[in-house]
């Protein structure tokens, strides 16, 4: 079977940017408010959607850098999930990906409020609330449950001075404390995870960030090597229940890097090059009007 048309699709800000391999190739996008059908309608063969998250940049907050946390940016783990063990049965596991997003001050006050001087790093200490979004999949015993959960999770950040005019600005920074705490349902009676040095000396996460100016805008580059603890407690009743236990790991955590722009090309390279530069998102395929 072959496609005359090839559409891959992914989310970019405001609007939707697509590359058609039809002819020659060709890259371009369209405003997210204009009508259209992402799910392959407008494509008379096929569709390669790309669900990928958008890079991280906010707005100079007028004193030549930007507030933090980063508002509207969500930190991600691509290349490794949380695993809890211990507890389950042999050859089982819980697989758990996580997003860490939603950054709000304390009581919905402005983020920049959450920010005072001082911290282990010498420079400021932020207190905020977020949202830890966790995909829980089982395997082995488990290989039926699976389980989206969003979590609850108070935050402490320290950074290390930052320089506010440069069109640069590096700093360190350090997750203090963090503690996310489910809501009881059907199948965890108790589910929380948990990081930094003042929860526990053994969960130390350190960080980097790094503030690039474009224009207005400041590009954010940052991660964080979180050593953290799953535990858990299943519910009466559940899929869960009997089991329990406390999983120690360490994983990477960071914003989406910028795209790399795809240049107009042939079929054959537009399609490589597309599967390469969006091979960390996920990928739904699907297909209308195929020829065979």
């Given at each position: 079977m072959t496609y005359t048309n090839l559409y891959f699709l992914f989310p970019q800000g405001g609007t939707h940017s697509y590359i058609h391999t039809q002819g020659h190739g060709s890259v371009g996008t369209w405003n997210a408010n204009t009508p259209h059908d992402t799910t392959g309608g407008n494509a008379p063969d096929g569709i390669i959607e790309l669900n990928r998250p958008n890079p991280c940049s906010n707005l100079d907050n007028g004193s030549g850098t930007i507030t933090l946390p980063p508002e509207g940016c969500e930190y991600l783990s691509p290349a490794q999930v949380h695993t809890a063990i211990d507890g389950l049965p042999p050859g089982t596991e819980l697989i758990i990906s996580a997003i860490h997003r939603d950054f709000i001050c304390n009581g919905g006050a402005p983020l920049e409020q959450c920010t005072t001087p001082g911290g282990n790093l010498g420079g400021n200490i932020e207190t905020f609330d977020s949202t830890l979004r966790l995909e829980i999949t089982g395997t082995g015993a488990l290989s039926d449950f699976s389980r989206i959960i969003d979590v609850p999770a108070p935050v402490e950040i320290h950074t290390a001075p930052v320089t506010p005019g440069e069109p640069v600005q590096?700093?360190?920074?350090?997750?203090?404390?963090?503690?996310?705490?489910?809501i009881p349902d059907l199948d965890f009676a108790s589910l929380t995870l948990t990081a930094g040095v003042d929860e526990d000396p053994a969960l130390g996460s350190p960080g980097h960030t790094t503030l690039t100016q474009s224009g207005g805008e400041f590009a954010v580059d940052s991660f964080f090597d979180v050593s953290y603890e799953i535990a858990f407690v299943g519910a009466p009743g559940g899929s869960l229940d009997g089991l329990s236990g406390?999983?120690?790991?360490?994983?990477?955590?960071?914003?989406?890097?910028?795209?790399?722009?795809?240049p107009a090309t042939s079929n054959a390279?537009?399609?490589?090059?597309?599967?390469?530069?969006?091979?960390g998102g996920v990928v739904l395929i699907r297909r209308r009007g195929l020829a065979a």
């Open positions: 590096e700093f360190d920074t350090e997750i203090v404390s963090l503690v996310g705490t489910a406390a999983t120690a790991g360490t994983l990477a955590m960071a914003t989406p890097p910028e795209p790399t722009p795809v390279t537009i399609v490589a090059l597309g599967m390469l530069l969006f091979s």
